[in-house]
Nanobody, 123 residues
Framework: QVQVAESGGGLVQAGGSLRLSCVVS????????VAWFRQAAGKEREFVLG????????YYADSVKGRFTISRDNPKNTVYLQMNSLKTEDTAVYYC????????????????WGQGTQVTVSS
């Protein structure tokens, strides 16, 4: 059974950095992708960035380009989200999600989700 678990959230000042980790355990599919979404209070869940397990360039939302990066460690089934130059508007619950088939921005393409980790950026 596939399970997704995030870690690394917390409180950081604006301009600071934070790194989130996501472990996708029980993964038996070699294809597909893993992505980060976020949901701020009172707003819909939005795509942040993602990467395919098999390679290729990451896919970023415009709002985080140049500030956030994603990397993966396939043997460890782990994906990292490095967040730099954080802004107060980055405050949200961040979710890691895994897809068996493809990388994209729509939440419905992802079958497996973590519980989320809170990121709070103070001014």
């Amino acid at each position: 059974q596939v399970q997704v678990a995030e870690s690394g959230g917390g409180l950081v000042q604006a301009g600071g950095s934070l790194r989130l980790s996501c472990v996708v355990s029980g993964r038996t599919f070699g294809s597909g992708a893993v992505a980060w979404f976020r949901q701020a209070a009172g707003k819909e869940r939005e795509f942040v960035l993602g990467i395919s397990w098999s390679g290729g360039s990451p896919y970023y939302a415009d709002s985080v380009k140049g500030r956030f990066t994603i990397s993966r460690d396939n043997p460890k089934n782990t994906v990292y989200l490095q967040m730099n130059s954080l802004k107060t508007e980055d405050t949200a619950v961040y979710y890691c999600a895994a897809s068996r088939t493809k990388l994209g921005a729509l939440p419905r393409w992802y079958e497996y989700w973590g519980q989320g980790t809170q990121v709070t950026v103070s001014s």
